[in-house]
């Protein structure tokens, strides 16, 4: 079997496989080659958990396109920075000023051939670009890519391993959240396209779904095992999962994950067929003008752009489709309501049409931007 020392060259840039998949077994080799060539660049996306085998310190450089929760210390401590663009662009990003030079990536084998597996994201588009593939096979991971096998001619597969992906847990929704959610799928028609963000409001967003509903959206969470058990999941379309091993079993074999040039495309999530989009995100905290920052407070990165941007414009401009902000009117003894965010702008105000707190929803739409301001602190219980 190959080794990754006969990959990794002096000067190039290395991006590594995203989500829950991550080739975690390739880490440690990985981040000793760069080590004893040098000059080695290292990009990553969405990573939702703090991977120690893989040093960012031994890389010349190392840059997210996605920050995760994987990654705030490293970020913080100014190992990797992180690039600040939504989803829909990073494949461009990668096809230009970041295009790297080999993907190391997790991979899983069928009958007819390898696959991406918990995660298809912005993989596809590097193979389909000729860019070479380091893998690791998980006989461990689920096969859940809908796209065709890969061609092998440009993949070296330098281990196979059983492991499976790694477990995201989401802590319960709470009452404030439930209430949330209660405000929300009040406004989710029978059949609709549902977008949620990860996390406690997503989670009780899918719990609280009494109509059956298609769930479109970049992450797909494991609440929608539970829709399905229900009755209430007509389809799922996503470009991650996020969960743990009940969802990965649950999706085996279904083909419910596709490339970001498809799930984040503005003419797909736009349009109203087969269904309206309702776009569910949340924030950290939204000011007076309606604009939202997801990235972090004042003093720590929470994440990073993600397709939030790209949802919210969707929604607002999909017929009989929302873009909806829900968020806690709290957040330790604080109010997210502010006059000034604390970071900047991720989701403009023209990109969100109603908002929702546990004490309930100010739609925006057709409001000026003095009546927006009004209905915002309405709503937080000011003047």
């Not at 950290?284 to 972090?296: P, W, Y």
Request: net charge negative; with cysteine; glycine share 12%.
């Amino acid at each position: 079997m190959a080794a990754i020392d006969d990959l990794v060259r002096p000067g190039m840039r290395v991006a590594v496989a995203d989500g829950t998949g991550t080739p975690r077994a390739l880490f440690g080799r990985l981040a000793a080659a760069a080590a004893r060539v040098g000059g080695v660049g290292l990009v990553m996306g969405w990573t939702p958990h703090p991977e120690p085998g893989l040093d960012h310190r031994a890389f010349a450089d190392a840059r997210t396109v996605m920050s995760g929760w994987g990654l705030r210390s490293a970020i913080a401590d100014g190992a990797v920075r992180s690039v600040p663009t939504r989803l829909s662009a990073v494949p461009a990003l990668l096809a230009g000023p970041l295009r790297p030079d080999l993907l190391v990536a997790g991979l899983v084998r069928g009958d007819d051939g390898l696959r991406f597996g918990s995660e298809v994201s912005w993989m596809r588009g590097l193979v389909a670009a000729g860019v070479p593939v380091a893998a690791v096979v998980s006989r461990g991971a689920p096969h859940a890519d809908a796209g065709p096998p890969l061609p092998e001619d440009g993949i070296t597969v330098l281990d196979e391993v059983d492991d499976p992906p790694r477990e995201v847990r989401i802590e319960l929704p709470g009452e404030v959240e439930k209430a949330i959610a209660r405000h929300v799928v009040a406004l989710v028609p029978e059949g609709a396209r549902v977008q949620v963000g990860p996390g406690r409001i997503g989670s009780a967003v899918l719990g609280a779904v009494e109509v059956p509903v298609r769930v479109d959206s970049g992450l797909l969470p494991e609440p929608i095992v539970d829709l399905d058990e229900r009755g209430l999941l007509i389809d799922a379309f996503g470009a991650y999962m996020v969960g743990t091993r009940r969802l990965y079993s649950w999706a085996h074999d279904r083909p419910l994950l596709h490339p970001l040039e498809i799930t984040h495309d503005p003419a797909r999530l736009c349009a109203a067929d087969p269904a309206p989009l309702i776009a569910c995100n949340t924030a950290v905290e939204i000011d007076l003008a309606g604009q939202v920052n997801v990235e972090g407070t004042a003093s720590a990165l929470v994440g990073g752009v993600g397709g939030h941007p790209d949802y919210a414009e969707a929604g607002v401009r999909c017929p009989d489709g929302l873009s909806i902000v829900a968020l806690a009117s709290r957040h330790r003894g604080r109010s997210t309501l502010v006059e000034r965010l604390s970071r900047p702008v991720t989701t403009a105000s023209h990109d969100v049409d109603v908002v929702v707190t546990e004490r309930g929803r100010a739609d925006l739409r057709g409001m000026d931007r003095a009546e927006r301001t009004a209905a915002l602190r309405a709503l937080w219980g000011e003047r």
